[in-house]
């Protein structure tokens, strides 16, 4: 079953059209990654997703509801969690406080997230909960960003870029986290440059090339297909 579902889905920035008929969908307790070069489309599709793309057309599910022309509030209140790329963390709180803004009621059925369910989950966090989010390495603050996110308790997540401008034993912590994600029953829509990333979390893979979807298919079925990673990945 489908806990996301994205058909058709274009979008602009001003004229310039930047997605063209996206097509994909997320499993319920699936990671499923969405590649592409730097500037292929990733950011914009997960923006257009959760409604901060100015202009967008096509048809979005979530959890049995159409949200394509939902406000960015009203599809964050279903349980539909953005990770942006930039972070956006609160320099000035600490990581406690920071968790605090996130925080929403649990959903029916699921187990809520709490600070220290969260701290089990990134050790460091609950070694500097005092401290303050500007104080914090990148790779810190990226775990804070999952972890406020969580604070919501959604359904699904999507991830933009997490492993980007991380030192490799960080990105291995978080790609740890991830499958533990995974195990919880969270579906996780992540978008990566990184294909060796994307390989240890994920279930099936998208690639997006000048904002339309040229693959689709397990990860098997992209490790099988040399022709497509080196046409739409290759540096």
Not at 60 to 89: K, N, W
Not at 171 to 185: F, H, N, S, T
Request: aromatic share 6%; net charge neutral.
């Amino acid at each position: 079953m489908s806990v996301l579902s994205v058909a058709d889905l274009d979008a602009w920035y001003g004229p310039a059209q930047i997605l063209d008929h996206v097509a994909l969908d997320l499993g319920r307790g699936e990671v499923v990654a969405l590649l592409g070069r730097n500037g292929a489309g990733k950011s914009t599709t997960f923006r257009a997703l959760v409604g901060l793309v100015p202009r967008r057309s096509g048809r979005i599910g979530f959890e049995g509801q159409e949200i394509g022309r939902m406000a960015t509030h009203e599809i964050a209140r279903l349980g539909l969690g953005f990770v942006p790329e930039d972070r956006r963390i609160f320099t000035d709180l600490t990581v406690e406080e920071n968790l605090e803004v996130g925080r929403r009621p649990a959903r029916a059925g699921l187990t809520p997230w709490t600070p220290e369910r969260l701290y089990a989950l990134f050790p460091n966090l609950g070694e500097m909960r005092r401290r303050p989010g500007g104080r914090m390495s990148g790779g810190e603050q990226q775990m804070l960003t999952i972890a406020r996110t969580l604070m919501g308790n959604p359904s699904a997540v999507l991830l933009d870029e997490p492993s980007e401008g991380l030192a490799p034993r960080i990105v291995e912590d978080m790609a740890a986290a991830i499958v533990r994600l995974k195990q919880e029953g969270l579906s996780i829509l992540v978008s990566e440059q990184n294909l060796h990333f994307a390989r240890l979390i994920s279930d099936r893979a998208y690639i997006i090339e000048r904002g339309r979807i040229r693959f689709g298919g397990t990860m098997a079925e992209l490790e099988a297909r040399p022709d497509i990673r080196d046409a739409y990945l290759a540096v």
